[in-house]
């Protein structure tokens, strides 16, 4: 049995997964903080809703999927129901695993994950860090319920603020950059629709491309750049404005906020 404690967008994001990837749905758990939540989940999916304190004591496997800021209320609660012998995964973003382990205590094994929500398409990036008591069995567990979802990696834990500012949120940067190309589609007079499927299909051609040509990401934009043409005209303007230093700041910004999240 496995339990999500507290399914929320990335909770119900790696439900759906596990779902898909095969697992009845009688042998999942899941947790909310609000009934009509919990309701939601047992209809949309038919898996079991309990609370947290029974969700522990029943899963061998348990998933904390709650923001940073409750990891704490979380731990306090389900401290006396997790028995020594339990996979306990995080997926909350800036939440080591002695923070984890300190609450639980009793040698308990955690690891660390931090995904990003194209779980829900099974293209996840999920990057995975034992904890001081998570063996080698438990390292393949996890990748065995993260790889039906998506690509699975095992980073050293100091890594892992940095993988969250990189791929955790990753897609946020993406979707970002889809809107600012559509407006600026719309500033061109371009109607939304047909602009938004244009650099939609430009993003998955271009993703396409990288991951499976093995090019360097520079031959691929050289090969788009023609001498005196469009796209050279685009990317001194991106210089000018500074978007590389942008991107640069950006992420180390995400990176320190991840360091900070578990002091709330
Ligand atoms: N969204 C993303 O792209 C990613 C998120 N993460 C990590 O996943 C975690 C969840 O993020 P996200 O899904 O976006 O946040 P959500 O707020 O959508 O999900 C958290 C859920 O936990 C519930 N909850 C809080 N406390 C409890 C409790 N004590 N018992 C049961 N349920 C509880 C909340 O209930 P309520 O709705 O009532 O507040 C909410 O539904 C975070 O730690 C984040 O760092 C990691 C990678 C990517
Ligand atoms: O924004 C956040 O804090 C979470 C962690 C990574 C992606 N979303």
Do not use: W
């Amino acid at each position: 049995m496995i339990a999500i404690l507290g399914t929320g967008k990335m909770g119900e994001a790696l439900l759906s997964g596990l779902v898909r990837a095969g697992l009845r749905p009688d042998e999942i758990v899941a947790t909310a903080r609000r009934p009509e939540r919990a309701e939601a989940l047992r209809e949309r999916y038919g898996v079991r809703v309990a609370g947290n304190a029974e969700a522990a004591k029943l899963a061998e496997t348990l998933i904390l999927a709650v923001k940073p800021q409750d990891m704490g209320a979380l731990l306090a609660e389900i401290a006396p129901h997790v028995p020594a012998d339990r996979l306990v995964i995080s997926v909350a973003a800036g939440i080591t695993t002695a923070f984890v382990e300190t609450r639980l205590g009793d040698g308990v094994a955690v690891v660390r994950v931090m995904s990003n929500t194209p779980v829900l398409v099974d293209e996840a990036m999920s990057v995975i860090s034992a904890g001081a008591h998570a063996s080698e069995e438990h390292l393949r567990r996890t990748e065995a319920l993260l790889s039906p979802v998506g690509k699975v990696l095992r980073i050293p834990e100091a890594q892992q603020d940095a993988a969250t500012a990189l791929s955790g949120s990753g897609p946020a940067y993406f979707f970002y950059l889809v809107e600012a190309m559509v407006d600026a589609g719309i500033l061109l007079g371009m109607p939304r629709a047909a602009a938004l499927d244009m650099v939609t299909q430009s993003i998955v051609g271009a993703a396409i491309m990288l991951r499976d040509s093995g090019e360097h990401p520079v031959i691929l934009r050289e090969a788009v750049t023609s001498p005196g043409g469009t796209t050279i005209a685009a990317i001194a303007e991106l210089e000018r404005h500074k978007v590389r230093a942008a991107f640069l700041d950006a992420i180390e910004a995400a990176c320190e906020r991840s360091r900070r999240l578990a002091s709330g």
